[in-house]
């Protein structure tokens, strides 16, 4: 199916032995951006790319390690064709920590168009175009579950984890940025954008049967995990 839909809605695009390539060196970003948002939204039209969010990414110049570092971007493009094309996006994934050795955690709610029912971490989003890491990890935390900018200024950064898999809609490759956010004693959770269905604290025990019992999205689960596997992010539990 997508062979063909390329084709039909990109025909300068070279496709060859399982390779695309798309030479456009006198483009500016700008142009590219356009060229490749008319191309998305063809491909929309035949059904190609589902979860449209009119809103976008940026598609970066590859790197050795874009955990590590980011490349200069090239494009942007519709966040839901990412998995089309196979680019790779980036994401804030923070790990909410309450009194007494305790998570809370955000479920997806049943609108949202990917991972709809899951178990998530206190807040995550992906990283638009314009929009700095911990910029987007302040405003998915307001979104999401109401923790004012008072106390978001308190995140940390706990590192980066790179999530690749195949899926349904084609090749999800992204970035996490993961933080970390002890909340205080009687916290309460708001959702305020209507993509989390209710909020859960969850000891550890009972955080490592949902894991186990493959509530969890795949990268809030390895958010999750990450959390609590080193010393210096162990700390937040005891905050």
């Known amino acids: 199916m ?17 390779l695309a390539r798309w030479d456009a060196p006198d483009m500016d970003m700008a142009q590219r951006s356009a060229r490749i948002a008319a191309v998305a939204l063809a491909l929309r039209e035949r059904q190609a790319i589902p979860g449209w969010r009119d809103e976008a990414f940026a598609c970066e110049h590859p790197v050795a390690d874009p955990c590590a570092e980011r490349g200069e971007p090239l494009f942007a493009l519709e966040r839901a064709a990412f ?26 709610a049943l609108s949202k ?3 709809p029912g899951r178990l ?18 302040q405003r998915e935390l307001w979104e999401e579950a109401g923790v004012p900018m008072a106390l978001s200024a308190s995140l940390k950064p706990r ?3 790179r999530s690749t898999r195949m899926t349904p809609e084609g090749l999800h490759d992204e970035v996490l940025h993961v933080y970390s956010l002890v909340l205080p004693p009687g916290f309460v959770a708001s959702n305020r954008d209507g993509e989390v269905s209710e909020f859960l604290s969850l000891d550890l025990e009972t955080l490592a049967q949902r894991l186990a019992q493959d509530e969890f999205s795949v990268d809030a689960a390895a958010v999750t995990a990450w959390g609590l596997m080193h010393d210096e992010r162990r700390d937040d539990l005891l905050a």
């Open 83 to 108: 998995r089309f094309f196979g680019l790779m996006s980036r994401a804030v994934h923070i790990n909410g920590f309450l009194p007494g050795a305790r998570l809370l955690c955000g479920r997806r």
């Open 120 to 137: 998530d971490n206190l807040a995550a989003g992906g990283v638009p175009v314009g929009e700095d890491f911990l910029a987007c990890a």
């Open 159 to 161: 590192g980066q984890l």
């Open 2 to 18: 997508r062979v063909p839909a390329l084709q039909a809605c990109w025909p300068e695009l070279q496709l060859s032995a399982g």
């Open 113 to 115: 168009a990917t991972d």
